[in-house]
């Protein structure tokens, strides 16, 4: 997709951190622009703003975990303005902490949110698009937690986001076998100043029991030892690549057709992933002898 103008954007996760820095620059393209989130005060504030500047923005408060949430807003999008052309998976969440002290209400919503989310969106925005026959993108929101060998203490959110990675992978293919009109990417950011570490403001009350406690007031109180490590990395969020810059990006990697889309390319993530797939290919070699000597 080059041309933007007069075209239609959904995008999740759209009230804040790098949703509103996409909705931002396709505002700037002249795209008619669907904002979706959960958080209703900061999703209205970013409709405002769009507004402001001369965009043709609707809001809608999406639970993007929910299927049927989804379908709703698929049938006001098409209501609407009549298509859509580029569908941005992009809202997320993180519950940190050992993935065996985690309870499974903070595995329900995060993989809701990270991964059930993306799934009800290919769903049902895929058979929309394919009807359509005309030029389409998708951008799946994964990490670099999703190409990386998963970090101890933010398991749930690094296995969400390497499924999201997988799925992309799988939907270029299907789009490449069928020659259709849809190009996918997968956005892999680094560290982005958003406010991903403060997720649990949006955690929905069926994930909040009796005995509810934030996942990173959990963590501290099991591993106080790690509390500078979590000072370093909300600190090193801060100073990360600002929103609008990774909105810049998505959009230029759309024009060029680029599949996975970085908003860090600095050395200590290509090491990262070299570790991650030399381990992989050095396995080969290990279980070689095994194989024969069977």
């Keep these: 997709m080059k041309e933007f103008k007069d075209k239609v954007a959904v995008i999740t996760g759209a009230a804040s951190g790098i949703g509103r820095g996409i909705a931002r620059r396709a505002a700037k393209e002249g795209m008619k622009v669907v904002l979706v989130?959960?958080?209703k005060d900061a999703l209205n504030q970013v409709k405002e703003e769009l507004k402001t500047s001369g965009a043709d923005v609707i809001s809608i408060s999406t639970?993007?975990?929910?299927?049927?949430?989804?379908?709703?807003?698929?049938?006001?999008?098409i209501d609407t303005f009549g298509e859509v052309h580029l569908l941005c998976n992009?809202?997320?969440?993180?519950?940190?902490?050992?993935?065996?002290?985690?309870?499974?209400?903070?595995?329900?919503?995060?993989m809701g949110v990270n991964l059930w989310g993306i799934i009800h969106g290919i769903r049902t925005f895929i058979p929309i698009m394919l009807q359509q026959?005309?030029?389409?993108?998708?951008?799946?929101?994964?990490?670099?937690a999703g190409l990386v060998p998963g970090e101890s203490?933010?398991?749930?959110?690094?296995i969400?986001?390497?499924?999201v990675v997988a799925l992309s992978e799988s939907l270029r293919m299907s789009f490449t076998q069928m020659e259709c009109k849809i190009n996918v990417s997968v956005l892999c950011p680094g560290f982005v100043n958003t406010r991903i570490a403060n997720s649990e403001r949006n955690r929905p009350t069926e994930f909040c029991?009796?005995?509810?406690?934030p996942c990173l007031d959990r963590l501290l109180r099991n591993h106080p030892e790690v509390e500078q490590g979590v000072s370093m990395f909300v600190k090193t969020l801060e100073q990360g690549t600002s929103p609008d810059q990774a909105g810049d990006v998505v959009f230029e990697a759309i024009k060029n057709e680029i599949f996975y889309i970085f908003t860090d390319t600095g050395l200590i993530w290509k090491r990262f992933i070299?570790?991650?797939?030399?381990g992989i290919l050095e396995a080969f070699k290990q279980n070689r002898p095994i194989i024969r000597g069977l």
């Design 37 to 39: 989130d959960i958080e």
């Design 63 to 77: 639970d993007v975990s929910k299927s049927e949430n989804i379908e709703k807003l698929a049938q006001k999008t």
């Design 90 to 110: 992009n809202a997320g969440v993180a519950a940190p902490g050992p993935i065996w002290e985690c309870n499974l209400s903070d595995w329900n919503w995060v």
């Design 133 to 144: 026959d005309n030029e389409c993108h998708i951008v799946n929101t994964a990490s670099m």
């Design 153 to 158: 203490g933010n398991g749930i959110y690094s």
């Design 160 to 163: 969400t986001k390497h499924g």
């Design 209 to 213: 029991g009796p005995d509810y406690e």
């Design 274 to 278: 070299k570790a991650r797939l030399d």
